[in-house]
């Protein structure tokens, strides 16, 4: 069975730094494409960072370009957000998600989300 | 950056009736475009892909159609399962973006 199960999020202050990780398992991890999406509160998805297979092609929403950097360890079948300088309207709930289809940007495996809230 | 625009907001449907919901896209996305199902306090699911292709294990009551800019997603029946929030997705370039959802509500 596949499964991906976040961790790391919780409340932060505004220009504050969190590391959010997703433990992958149930499937070939470094076979996949990863990335992470968002939904702030009563609000829609938001597709944030995509990691290639390698680790060595990542890309990342204009608004958090340059603050946030995702990593992925294929011998611990984990992938990372590392969310730097941190602001309020990054308040969501943090979704890890397997790129499944091939070739496609689908996703076909959504973790249950880690919540990261930007407060004072 | 692609908008992804979705009508309605709700729809109020009455179990065992059809549903039908649209999303339209700013520009051409060819078939690139995916729809998901969310239900409170879950996370997204995956139902449809390539505009059209059922992903596995979601039943046939569920269908979509359109290329281009324009999509519909339809529940042939709806049963009580599946009130709940539907995404559309396209993922012809980068970035992808969703649209801002049609929840699905009893009627």
């Known amino acids: 069975e596949v499964q991906l199960v976040e961790s790391g999020g919780g409340l932060v202050q505004p220009g504050g730094s969190l590391r959010l990780s997703c433990a992958a398992s149930?499937?070939?991890?470094?076979?996949?494409?990863m990335h992470w999406v968002r939904q702030a509160p009563g609000k829609g998805l938001v597709w944030v960072s995509r990691?290639?297979?390698?680790?060595?092609?990542?890309g990342y929403a204009d608004s958090v370009k340059g603050r946030f950097t995702i990593s992925r360890d294929n011998a611990k079948n984990t992938v990372y957000l590392q969310m730097n300088s941190l602001r309020p309207e990054d308040t969501a709930v943090y979704f890890c998600?397997?790129?499944?289809?091939?070739?496609?940007?689908?996703?076909?495996?959504w973790g249950q989300g880690t919540l990261v809230t930007v407060s004072s | 950056e692609i908008v992804m625009t979705q009508s309605p907001a709700t729809l109020s449907v009455s179990p065992g009736e059809r549903a039908t919901l649209s999303c339209r896209a700013s520009?051409?996305?060819?078939?690139?475009l995916a729809w998901y199902q969310q239900k409170p306090g879950q996370a997204p699911r995956l139902l449809i892909y390539?505009?059209?292709t059922r992903a596995t294990g979601i039943p046939a009551r569920f269908s979509g159609s359109g290329s281009g800019t324009e999509f519909t997603l339809t529940i042939s029946s709806l049963q009580s399962e599946d009130f709940a929030v539907y995404y559309c997705?396209?993922?012809?370039?980068?970035?992808?973006?969703f649209g801002g959802g049609t929840k699905v509500e009893i009627k």
């Open positions: 149930g499937f070939t991890f470094s076979n996949y494409w």
């Open positions: 998600v397997r790129d499944g289809i091939v070739g496609l940007t689908v996703f076909d495996y």
């Open positions: 997705q396209h993922y012809n370039n980068w970035p992808v973006t």
């Open positions: 990691i290639n297979i390698a680790g060595s092609d990542t």
């Open positions: 390539g505009a059209s």
């Open positions: 520009q051409s996305i060819d078939s690139n």
